[in-house]
């Protein structure tokens, strides 16, 4: 059996997306439950050298539908945009990037195959074709940061399980 690029790609990022909302309605209702602030939350990192918990929420983001962006333009470099400050914009955001994920054609995809893409952050540059980029580069960023994010949040008390990260599994349907 083959895949495709897009099979390979968007429905995990769909299924994760799913799984970081899950995880933010519960971060909501931890902070009305708990002696914990929303912005608490928010700013709050792993380790002092780490950016904060909105930060890991823009990168998924970032590298899903901002990946698919930087292939079409040839290039991409990492957002450094302020970012959303609150739950609510947050689920606005991922709900706006489920949306465009899902709108995306599939045949598209076949299109980024051999494509060159240059990731560029200041003077440094690396070149990959548009599936390298997508595969070997935003899709382990793209779990890093979803991991992250639920690890903040786990880190600070928040009732968050292995479920409500994996988010909607694809089952066998009979």
Known sequence: MSISLHHALVPQWIQMIDGLERVLTKADSHC???ECSEQELV???LAPDMLDFAYQVKSVRTHSIGAVEGVRAGVFSP???DSPRDFAAMRTMLSQTRHAISALDPA???GFIGK?????????VMPF???EFLLSFSQPNFYFHVTTA???LRQAGVAVGK????????????
């Open 32 to 34: 009305g439950e708990a």
């Open 43 to 45: 700013q709050r990192k």
């Open 79 to 81: 957002d450094m945009s």
């Open 108 to 110: 598209e995809f076949e």
């Open 116 to 124: 060159p893409v240059e990731f560029r952050f200041r003077d440094f």
């Open 129 to 131: 074709d548009g599936e």
């Open 150 to 152: 639920y690890a903040i």
């Open 163 to 174: 479920f409500d990260y994996l988010g909607s599994v694809r089952k066998k349907v009979s």
